[in-house]
T-cell receptor, first 113, second 109 residues
Framework: NAGVTQTPKFRVLKTGQSMTLLCAQD?????MYWYRQDPGMGLRLIHY???????AKGEVPDGYNVSRLKKQNFLLGLESAAPSQTSVYFCASSSNRGNSPLHFGNGTRLTVT | TQLLEQSPQFLSIQEGENLTVYCNSS?????LQWYRQEPGEGPVLLVTVVTGGEVKKLKRLTFQFGDARKDSSLHITAAQPGDTGLYLC?????????FGAGTILRVKS
């Protein structure tokens, strides 16, 4: 039971570099999300998707882009990394947006120097 | 300011003690979820409460949703080291899920 898998687990970038975080889920969930977690601030929604081919902005979308080309995959891109993007990133999925629980991956710890 | 305020932010107790964690808001939520997160892992759902005044029990954990659906509490009886972790509440407000900042619980043996 893989659930939600994120790669990589750790990454260090220099300011201005780009990278893509990968998220895959095997539960056939329609909804997928990208959150960032920072101390004292909880989980903040970056972008989300309500189905294959769709994406939408969350609470803190600036500096990030996403794509959902396949239902099982949700990619988060940083085009030009900044130190303010140092964080732990979590991908999650759910069957719908109401009361359905979120299933989270184990996170990607990103450091931008 | 956060829509959901959790308190305390940090709690360190001895094994066997009881504790209560609070999740408060001035807004009404259609439901509220509690998650536990262990170091290096993602949050895992513990429970969802939907009805005002609802009480749910999960072994030594008791969850309550306020009558007005603006607040919730998590009570742990006889805490154990395995209860150590970050406890997050998340409320459904409109069509959005909003997270509190969390309570870090450390249970010492």
């Amino acid at each position: 039971n893989a659930g939600v898998t994120q790669t990589p687990k750790f990454r260090v970038l220099k300011t201005g570099q780009s990278m893509t975080l990968l998220c895959a889920q095997d539960m056939n969930h329609e909804y997928m999300y990208w959150y960032r977690q920072d101390p004292g601030m909880g989980l903040r929604l970056i972008h989300y998707s309500v189905g294959e081919g769709t994406t939408a902005k969350g609470e803190v979308p600036d500096g990030y882009n996403v794509s959902r080309l396949k239902k099982q995959n949700f990619l988060l891109g940083l085009e030009s990394a900044a130190p303010s993007q140092t964080s732990v990133y979590f991908c999650a999925s759910s069957s719908n947006r109401g009361n359905s629980p979120l299933h989270f991956g184990n996170g990607t710890r990103l450091t931008v120097t | 300011t956060q829509l959901l305020e959790q308190s305390p932010q940090f709690l360190s107790i001895q094994e066997g003690e009881n504790l209560t964690v609070y999740c408060n808001s001035s807004s009404v939520f259609s439901s509220l979820q509690w998650y536990r997160q262990e170091p290096g892992e993602g949050p895992v759902l513990l429970v969802t409460v939907v009805t005002g005044g609802e009480v749910k029990k999960l072994k030594r954990l008791t969850f309550q949703f306020g009558d007005a659906r603006k607040d919730s509490s998590l009570h742990i009886t006889a805490a154990q080291p395995g209860d150590t972790g970050l406890y997050l509440c998340a409320g459904v407000h409109g069509n959005k899920l909003v997270f509190g900042a969390g309570t870090i619980l450390r249970v010492k043996s």
